[in-house]
């Protein structure tokens, strides 16, 4: 997809651009901008006061105010889309545009609860690698919310079930809301998120199907938590939308049988476009498929 977006870099003394020439920088946060300018502005100055990072805010153009928030935060990136796009599209321009080793996706009616930054490098570092970490996510009366997804097929749809979180890191099918500490390289190497899927969920769900197929894990740290500011329920929209055949055919579009990976039709939900042009010419990659995914995920009350 074409870059519909333009950044305005922050402001930095000539001493630490220098620096960073030489350097890259281990992480920064995207704030996803939800609600009003006023509401952005009070999660710039939480996550400010809460975090020594790097702070980028992905917006929308007709949210109006980029001068005052660009003179009022000159520490802060601001990349500003000119047109509503998925979230997928706005993780997908912080991961061109930020530079930094890892980053973090949130969202401005989301507040940091617990941020043990080192805690979660040490597992980024792994030798399995996990693609991403997600938080344990808390509602505005600080409850737990059924955050962690396990894998599950029915009647043709994938259909994850959905659990609470516990005190262990825990394996999560995709990351919730997007929100969440990626690897940038992996990321990348991945494709990021399928702009090709016109929806949230369905963009989520894809991407981390793609990270466990590939073998790499996604996993939910009980040192980061976060928590919506003024949402009761959190509910995601898993309603069908255009581009979740993609999604499909890309997790239930190839069978491993005695360790040799095959193509397959699956049903109503295959695109036989995606199938003959992407999943068979990235067979090599699948080191398992869904379905043995999901004989083998451990249940989430394990710990990891």
């Not at 080192?118 to 509602?139: C, Y």
Request: hydrophobic content about 40%; overall charge neutral; glycine content about 6%.
């Amino acid at each position: 997809m074409q870059n519909n977006y333009q950044v305005y870099h922050r402001k930095q003394d000539i001493g630490k651009r220098i620096s960073l020439l030489h350097r890259e920088e281990p992480l920064s946060i995207g704030i996803v901008a939800n609600g009003s300018v006023d509401e952005l502005i009070a999660a710039i100055d939480a996550y400010s006061s809460k975090t020594v990072w790097p702070l980028v805010v992905l917006m929308f153009e007709d949210m109006g105010r980029i001068t005052e928030l660009q003179n009022q935060f000159q520490h802060v990136t601001f990349i500003v889309f000119s047109n509503p796009v998925p979230m997928g599209v706005k993780v997908n321009a912080m991961a061109d545009e930020c530079y930094t080793t890892y980053f973090a996706i949130t969202r401005s009616d989301v507040k940091i609860i617990s941020f043990d930054d080192e805690a979660l490098f040490t597992l980024l570092r792994r030798s399995d690698r996990p693609a991403a970490l997600v938080p344990m996510l808390a509602n505005r009366s600080n409850e737990m919310i059924p955050s962690i997804q396990t894998p599950m097929v029915h009647d043709g749809l994938i259909d994850p079930v959905p659990f609470f979180p516990n005190t262990h890191i825990l394996p999560t099918l995709y990351p919730f809301f997007g929100i969440g500490m990626y690897d940038r390289a992996l990321f990348q190497r991945l494709r990021g998120f399928d702009e090709n899927i016109y929806s949230d969920y369905w963009q989520y769900l894809d991407f981390g199907i793609r990270c466990w197929l590939y073998g790499y894990p996604i996993f939910c740290h009980p040192s980061f938590i976060m928590g919506f500011i003024s949402r009761q329920s959190v509910i995601e929209d898993r309603s069908s939308q255009p581009g979740m055949e993609r999604c499909h055919t890309k997790a239930l579009g190839i069978r491993q049988i005695n360790g040799k990976n095959y193509t397959r039709r699956f049903g109503k939900y295959t695109d036989s476009h995606v199938l003959r042009t992407e999943v068979k010419k990235r067979l090599a990659l699948y080191k398992t498929d869904f379905y043995q995914l999901i004989d083998e995920w451990k249940a989430p009350e394990a710990p990891r």
